[in-house]
C-alpha cells in the first residue's frame, strides 16, 4: 500500500488529460511554441502539436499545465 502511495505521489509519467475546452498535461519537458492559435509541447518521447483558438494556459507549474480555449486538433509525433 504504501508503494502505492509512493507512486501517486511521486509519479513521473507524461499524461495528456482531454476535455471540452481544458487540456491538462503532466511531466512535460518543454513549451517550443505558444501562439493563441498553436502550442507545441515537448514530451520526454515525442512532440505534442494543439490547434485551436483562443488557446492560453492557465495553469503552469514545474510538470504541470492547463490550457484552455477551442481545440481543433491534437497532433503526437516526433
Known sequence: MLDNLINYVKNKEFSINIWK???N???FKEIIILEDEKIVI???D???VIRG???SIN???DNEMLI???FYSI???E
Open 46 to 48: 515525442s512532440k505534442i
Open 42 to 44: 515537448m514530451s520526454p
Open 25 to 27: 498535461i503532466v511531466n
Open 75 to 77: 497532433e503526437l509525433g
Open 53 to 55: 483558438s483562443n488557446l
Open 59 to 61: 495553469k503552469l507549474l
Open 21 to 23: 475546452n481544458k487540456i
Open 68 to 70: 484552455t480555449g477551442k
